[in-house]
Every structure is written in structure tokens, then in C-alpha cells.
């Protein structure tokens, strides 16, 4: 007979439709992406087999044997491996169980699987809360049947989850408390139960467990649950035991505070102060007692610096939970930060700044926390200030230095000379006094860059000499003729401060002579210049 293709119902039963060379050839070339080759149907053969080369033999399932009707019979499907009960798919059966079992969903057989006392437990929402370590002997089933476990860890820690039995195999599944995986196995190395071993933080997890094959039950496994932890309840009487259990529960109203000590409900006397604009002032040398007992609280504080600038030191101290703590000047910009010191968990700013306002913040150092209790310090010392400054105020109570004879400390602490030259304007020629012999003049050469002129006379040739004196800077001198031509000069001596010139037989006429300061950029406040002639 020719290949079939597809049963066909018919009015007595199932049958099939004999499927000719030249149909299977038609399917071949209506079907996308394949071409029939060569060898195809003899002309005119309607009902001729399809030859190899049409239809590969390896392609199609060879069909069962034959009835008497020629009909091609059910094929019964019994895979040793999959189905030991059950219908094999033609009306008859794979197989029956031993006396006391049952045939399963999977068609395999097995003891009766009777759920749990625990159920329902089949999602997060109903998950069995564990107090680690902790084991359960548990049972999976109906089929499709899950148990969910939810625990929580104060640590980080090592977490092992494992099953263990003689009846079917699990898989297991750790996850966070929003329902995202952290890791799975399923019947790995540890045999047909599962084992997960992995490092965690602090939090809440579940664990969900399922039979390893769809559709399966698990009469009865056990789920164990243990952690890398000691528990610890030193100094402590509530909360977390630091690993999965606890150190105890308050009553008579008391609440648990961070630190695992029952206290009194959190209360802060000092609020509200959660601005700037709220912030409480807070003197040197003084200590606040506060509390902060909202998630997200904030402290503000507020102190002035008078002197020019000074050393601070803020710090927070308490039992309860940690803080930090931020520093700012008047104008809003951080100048510092400290979330923990090296003696505890509270926090600590040494600090130099200028004058003006600054203003601390203090928060929880750990965001959604509340700090029962705290107490913040504030201790100042003055810094003198004598930079760029040689005289005046050093901004604590003493002085950058003090000016010399003749000069005061001005608004921008230097020391101005108080030199002042009665006989000014004399700079120019034009406006030079008289010197006259044997009559020595007091002069003045300030401010900086001032000059002294003098003139004389001679009515007949003479010898002169002309000199400066004094005890503050060293002076230079010029000596001219009527036309102003250089004659002489002195300033050169680096023995003698002041200036002397000598001349011998001079000739009759005017003369000029000018002073300065050899340094002209200093000023001399007193200074003497005289005038010997010796006629010839």
C-alpha cells in the first residue's frame, strides 16, 4: 500500500487516508523552502509509492502493522522511562502498581501522597517563617504543589539550604524579599535533592521548593536551613540576636531601641529644628541632649565664630544608633562631613575656619533608622590670625607686632611711617630752599620717592662742604651749577650711611643740591643736611 499522511475519523473508528505518490509530491511543492528532486511519480501512476529521492524513507515514522482491514494500527506509548502506569495512549495500559500504590500524574508509581499540616504555603504570601537554623519534614503534593519558607539574617552571613529523602527529588530556589533570585539548583551533585550555599547580606529571603519534574510529588522530604552565625545577646534584652533569632521582647510600653535595650518610647523635647531656619544655636563648651524619632529626622544647629578664625571641634555621643554629621558656613557650602570617629559610631569634626555663621546638620547614619537618643558638643579656640600682617589685632586678644618710632599700624595692619615734611613742596629746582652755611637744615624724605632741593651762594671762590646726617636710612646727594649740570654725587658708600661731597676752589655763582633716600622705596623720617664754606 501506499504512505499515509494524518488519521482521518471516520463512522466506525480512527482510520487513516492512503496517500499517493502524487499527492505527497503536490505537498512537497506547496511547502516553503523545499523542492522535491529528482525520481518523483511515473507518469500517469496515481497511486505509485513515493520514491526515496520524493520523500526520504528516515523522515517518515514507519507505520504500525496493518489490521485486516488494511487500515495502519495505534502505536502504544510506553517509554520504559517516562511511564511504568497508566494509558498508553491506545486504549490500553503501561502497567499496574504494586499492592499500596498508586499511579501518579507522571504515570509512575509511588506510595500515596497525603498534603501537609502546614498547607496552604504555596507563595510568599503564606510562607512558613523559620528562625534559624531550622528543619522541616514536608511533603509535596498534589502535583504542582510548592512550599514557600521566608527567614531573616542581622548579619551577613553564609546561608545552606538543603533537601534531603528517598522519595522523588526537589528543586529549590533562594530569593530576596522583592521576589528577584539570588540562586537555584536542581538535582546537582548532591543527588536527586538539592543544595544551595551562599553568602548573604543582612535581610529578609524565601526559599521555595518544588518537585524536580513537572507534574511529580514528593512524599516526603526534609528542608534544612542553617546559617554561619553565633547568636549574641550580650548587653542586649530585645531585637535581632545579630544572626536569624531574637534576645527577647519589651513590655509595660517600653519600645526596643537599636542598641537591643527596652527603653521608653523615643522622644525629642527640641523639635522642631529640621532647617536651617529652625536651627538651634549651640555655644562653645556647650553640650545638647536630642533624639531624633522619625526616619529621615534631621537636627540643625547653629553657632558663630568672632575671631577671624578659629579651631572647632563638633561631636556627637550616644548608645543608641549611629549618626553623621555635616559642617557649613553661612553661605550653605560644606566645609566638612563625618558619618563615624575612631572611638564608636557617632561622629566627629575637627575643623579650622573663618568668622561668620556656620551651621551643623546631624541625621541617622543609617537611612530609616531613628537615634532614641544623642547628645552634640561644640568646643572652640581662637586661631591668631597674623598673615600678611606686621602689626594690629591678631584677632584673639594679642598683636601681630608693633611699629617702630615715627610709623603707626594702619587699617591694613602695616606700620606707616607718621613722617611729615614741614617744608614740602621742595622736589624741583624751582622750589628749593636755602641752606645756609653753618646752619644745618632738619628735613624729612617722605612719602617714599621724596626729594629734598636746597640751593646757596658764593660770592667768591670757595672750599664747601656739604653733608647729610641722621640714625634711620641712608641718604644720596647731588651737586649742581645754576644750570643744573651735574657736578658731584655720593651715595656709593656702604660704610658711611649718609652722604658727604668736597669741593675746593669753586668758583662764584649758584648752586643746587638735592637729597634722597638711597632706597627709594624707604622713607626717611629725620635727617640733618648742612652747608660748611670756606672762602679762599
Known amino acids: 500500500m501506499g504512505l499515509s499522511f494524518g488519521p482521518e475519523v471516520g463512522a466506525v473508528g480512527v482510520g487513516v487516508r492512503p496517500v499517493t505518490c502524487k499527492v505527497l509530491l503536490a505537498i512537497l511543492v ?80 509511588g506510595l500515596p501522597c497525603s498534603p501537609d499540616d502546614r498547607e496552604p504555603d504555596e507563595n510568599a504570601e503564606h ?25 531573616t539574617v542581622g548579619v551577613p552571613t553564609e546561608v545552606v539550604v538543603q533537601s534531603s529523602g528517598t522519595d522523588g527529588g526537589t528543586y529549590i530556589r533562594l530569593l530576596r524579599s522583592d521576589g528577584t533570585e539570588i540562586e537555584h539548583d536542581h538535582e546537582d551533585d548532591y543527588g536527586p ?83 536651617p531656619a529652625a536651627a538651634v544655636p549651640i555655644l562653645p563648651g556647650q553640650t545638647l541632649a536630642a533624639a531624633m524619632c522619625a526616619p529621615g529626622d534631621q537636627d540643625w544647629y547653629s553657632f558663630d565664630v568672632t575671631a577671624r578664625a578659629a579651631a572647632v571641634r563638633v561631636r556627637t555621643r550616644g548608645l543608641a544608633e549611629p549618626t553623621e554629621v555635616w559642617l557649613f558656613d553661612a553661605a550653605m ?4 562631613h563625618d558619618d563615624s570617629d575612631d572611638t564608636g559610631d557617632f561622629s566627629l569634626i575637627d575643623e579650622t575656619i573663618g568668622g561668620g555663621t556656620h551651621f551643623v546638620k546631624v541625621m541617622a ?59 614740602e613742596p621742595d622736589e624741583e629746582a624751582e622750589a628749593a630752599h636755602e641752606l645756609v652755611p653753618g646752619t644745618p637744615a632738619a628735613r624729612s624724605l617722605c612719602p617714599i620717592e621724596d626729594h629734598d632741593w636746597f640751593w646757596f651762594e658764593l660770592a667768591a671762590p670757595s672750599d664747601i662742604r656739604i653733608e647729610t646726617s641722621g640714625v634711620e636710612a641712608p641718604t644720596e646727594m647731588w651737586l649742581f651749577d645754576d644750570a643744573l649740570v651735574e657736578l658731584e654725587y655720593d651715595g656709593k658708600n656702604e660704610i658711611i650711611a649718609f652722604s658727604v661731597i668736597e669741593r675746593e676752589a669753586v668758583p662764584p655763582g649758584r648752586y643746587y643740591v638735592e637729597v634722597a633716600s638711597k632706597d627709594w622705596q624707604v622713607q626717611v623720617p629725620h635727617y640733618t643736611a648742612s652747608l660748611v664754606v670756606t672762602p679762599r
Open 30 to 109: 506547496a511547502t516553503p523552502g523545499v523542492e522535491p528532486v529528482a525520481g518523483g511519480c511515473a507518469p500517469g501512476d496515481s497511486t505509485r509509492r513515493a520514491s526515496p529521492e520524493v520523500f526520504p524513507q528516515e523522515d517518515v515514522e514507519e507505520p504500525g502493522p496493518p489490521d485486516v482491514s488494511g487500515e495502519v494500527a495505534c502505536k502504544p506509548d510506553c517509554k520504559p522511562r517516562k511511564k511504568q502506569c497508566g494509558d498508553d495512549g491506545c486504549g490500553g495500559s503501561c502497567g499496574s502498581c504494586a499492592a499500596g500504590e498508586e499511579c501518579k500524574a507522571s504515570f509512575r508509581c
Open 127 to 151: 510562607a512558613v517563617a523559620a528562625s534559624l537554623p531550622a528543619s522541616f519534614t514536608r511533603a509535596l503534593c498534589p502535583a504542582g504543589d510548592a512550599d514557600w519558607y521566608g527567614f
Open 193 to 275: 535533592f538539592s543544595r544551595i550555599v551562599v553568602e548573604v547580606l543582612a535581610g529578609s529571603y524565601f526559599v521555595e521548593v518544588t518537585p524536580a519534574e513537572e507534574g511529580e510529588e514528593v512524599r516526603e522530604h526534609k528542608l534544612t536551613l542553617s546559617i554561619d552565625c553565633n547568636p549574641d545577646c550580650s548587653g542586649r534584652n530585645c531585637g535581632t540576636d545579630g544572626c536569624s533569632g531574637t534576645c527577647g521582647t519589651c513590655t509595660g510600653g517600653q519600645e526596643c531601641a537599636p542598641d537591643g535595650v527596652c527603653r521608653e518610647p523615643c522622644i525629642d523635647p527640641g523639635e522642631p529644628r529640621e532647617t
Open 333 to 336: 557650602v560644606q566645609i566638612d
Open 365 to 423: 547614619a543609617h537611612k530609616g533608622s531613628i537615634v532614641p537618643e544623642y547628645t552634640v558638643s561644640l568646643e572652640m579656640w581662637c586661631l591668631p590670625d597674623c598673615d600678611d600682617r606686621a602689626c594690629g589685632d591678631d584677632g584673639c586678644g594679642g598683636s601681630c607686632g608693633a611699629c617702630p618710632a615715627d610709623h603707626a599700624c594702619d587699617a591694613i595692619a602695616t606700620c606707616a611711617s607718621t613722617c611729615i615734611d614741614q617744608l
